[in-house]
């Protein structure tokens, strides 16, 4: 009797072994194949750009034609046209953040669990507030924290005074024009209760339309600051936010604000 229960408790462990290790060969699988489309889409981006950006000699004058913004919008024209939800691209030097922006507002969260060519992906992809305009002055981006580093998985990195310092400047372009923020600050946060009061819901903005409420808002971010970069937003600059999960608390959340400079 007790060599079969020995004999079923082997078994068992040999079943529950082969299903994990099946299952961690699929996310692996999964993981890198999403890693490996994702990457496809930033070099072809970053084809067109060297090829827009080619050093002329000393003194060589640029042919007359397309203008500069003109000659940027090359950079995202084709997947613009493979899939009309995108919004822009957002890109930091250094990091693995290099992708799309997807905006879907009558359906906000249609990429969450989705990739750029529609298919399901667990990594989802970069979207942009539904009730944000991807053309106006204040943008908060979503993603997923993932945990082999893709999409937003290294954003937590800016919880750290130095490295934020050394990665001080977030590209977000729209498709017509080229955007550089310079970081202000990060900070926790978490999603509360929709009925819950005396909370900072950052979430909830999508526009600061006049000096008070800019005022407010940065009043806020102000006490949930992580550090000071120097970078002091004025009203009128465009405000990016970039947003995912923390594993800090409950529905926790880890913020980046960057600000563009009025006229730049």
Not at 67 to 95: K, M, P, R, V
Not at 173 to 190: G, H, P
Not at 198 to 224: N, R, S, V
Request: hydrophobic fraction near 40%; aromatic fraction near 12%.
């Amino acid at each position: 009797m007790k060599k079969n229960v020995r004999r079923l408790a082997t078994l068992v462990f040999v079943a529950v072994f082969a299903v994990s290790a099946g299952l961690l060969a699929r996310d692996l699988l999964r993981s890198n194949r999403e890693k490996a489309d994702n990457q496809a889409l930033a070099r072809q981006v970053q084809q067109v750009r060297d090829a827009i950006h080619i050093s002329l000699p000393e003194g060589a004058q640029l042919p007359q034609g397309p203008t500069e913004e003109e000659l940027i919008l090359a950079e995202y024209a084709a997947l613009a046209q493979e899939n009309s939800d995108l919004a822009g691209w957002l890109w930091i030097e250094d990091t693995n953040i290099d992708y799309p922006v997807m905006h879907t507002p009558e359906d906000p969260e249609y990429y969450l669990r989705r990739s750029f060519e529609k298919k399901r992906a667990i990594s989802g992809t970069l979207f942009l507030d539904g009730k944000c305009d991807p053309a106006g002055d204040y943008a908060i981006i979503y993603g997923h924290h993932m945990k082999d580093g893709s999409m937003f998985g290294d954003l937590d990195e800016y919880q750290n005074l130095e490295y934020a310092q050394a990665h001080p400047v977030i590209r977000f372009d729209t498709l017509d024009e080229v955007r550089e923020y310079e970081v202000v600050t990060a900070f926790f946060s978490k999603i509360y209760r929709v009925n819950e009061t005396g909370t900072f819901q950052y979430y909830q903005y999508t526009e600061l339309p006049d000096q008070e409420a800019f005022q407010e808002y940065f009043d806020q971010i102000g006490k949930l600051a992580l550090y000071d970069t120097g970078v002091e937003p004025a009203y009128g600059d465009r405000i990016l936010v970039l947003s995912t999960c923390s594993y800090h608390t409950k529905n926790g959340r880890f913020v980046v604000v960057a600000c563009q400079r009025a006229g730049d």
